[in-house]
Each structure stands twice: as structure tokens, then as C-alpha cells.
């Protein structure tokens, strides 16, 4: 792909770490790696108007940059079924996941030393094979997001991947894709975008409290 300015409109967040287009760098690889330049993360953070603390959600909104290796229907296809597992594993009103606390609490919780394969903990190896049997259907088609565009290049095929929920902490859902190379926008760039916007001052508000006697104000400095 070539250089492109990043994906804008007038309702759209600013340009940066919290952009839901914002091509992050590789964390979960090591610094020696050749990776470290030729591949991003797209952050799909949490959203906790789905369930709230009940259990991890994802934002279903689609990053557009996704789009040359991952098409809509593939991300909201992982999307809605690593939300629906989630919600299942971490269900408290589960009758499994009744049964999983009570053999752990009549076991002195040696229940939880063996790892059962029951109630939330087989649920979350769920969710955790199936991030993986969708790497590989990703990978077995190339990567092709779109009809008509694909990877451009063999050795970016397996690149495109979504990372294991571990390694976030369950707190977003990270998918590594090639650079896309997308550039910053210039100060030039956003004016001309933006013409109809008058130049405004923005005064930061002082932190004070007026007195409501005037005797108890400060005396102005000759």
C-alpha cells in the first residue's frame, strides 16, 4: 500500500492513539524481530456499554484500515462470537458455573488447582481456540479483505492475525496487520479540511473561588 493520509470526516475522533484506526506499534513481538517495522495492531478496545464489568466486550465498530486484509463480515464475524463466548464463560446466573464454584468450595478450591474442564474455564479455552481457527481461516485466504485487493506482496501473507486475549489482559483485542503506512496529518492538511471553522483562543478556566465580600479581595498591585 502506499502513503496515505489517515481515514477522516467530520464526526470522526481525532487523529491518534484513540482513533479506532490508529496503526499501533507491535508490542507482542520482540524488539531484535523484523517485525517490529513491518507490521502494526489495530486496537479493538472494550466496550462496556455491552455488559458493563460482567464480563470483556469489544467495540463493534470496524476500522476501515482493516480493510485491504480483513473484511467487515470476517471482523464482525470474530467479533460477535468472541463477545458471545465471553458473556457465556463469565455468565454468574450459569448453572455450570454454579456447579464449577461449589465443587471448588468443597474441595478447599483443589477444584481450581487441577483446571477443570468445566464451567468458565472451558469456555474461556473457547474463546482461545477459536481466535486461533480464525487466524488460520484468515491465513488460508491470504488475508484478503476485499474483492479486489488482497495482500499485495507473498511475504505479507500471515502477518494478518488477531492476538491472543491474554496478552492484552482482556482489555482490548489486538489484530497485527502489515504497515500500512499511513501518514500524519500536517497542519496544513487540517486547515484545508476544515475551512469553515473560524481561528478561535480557547482559555483554560482558573481554578478559583471569588469571595462574596468584596473587602476580602486581594489588593491590586500599584
Known sequence: MSNRDPPHSPT???WGPSHPCFPHPNPHIPLSSPLVTSTRIIRIPRDYLLAGDLAPQFSRV???LLSPWVSETQFRTLISEVNTRLLKAYDPWSWINWLDGFLALATGWLWEDVKAGIGGRRAVRG????????NH????????GSADGGLEKEDEEGLVKAIELRRTGWMSLDIQIPDPKVGLLSDSASVEQQPSQPQRTVLAPRLETVPSNPSLLPMAQS
Request: proline share 9%; no cysteine.
Open 12 to 14: 470522526s475522533p481525532a
Open 127 to 134: 474463546v482461545e481456540d477459536y481466535v486461533e481457527k480464525w
Open 137 to 144: 481461516e484468515v491465513a488460508r485466504n491470504k488475508g484478503r
Open 62 to 64: 470496524y476500522p476501515e
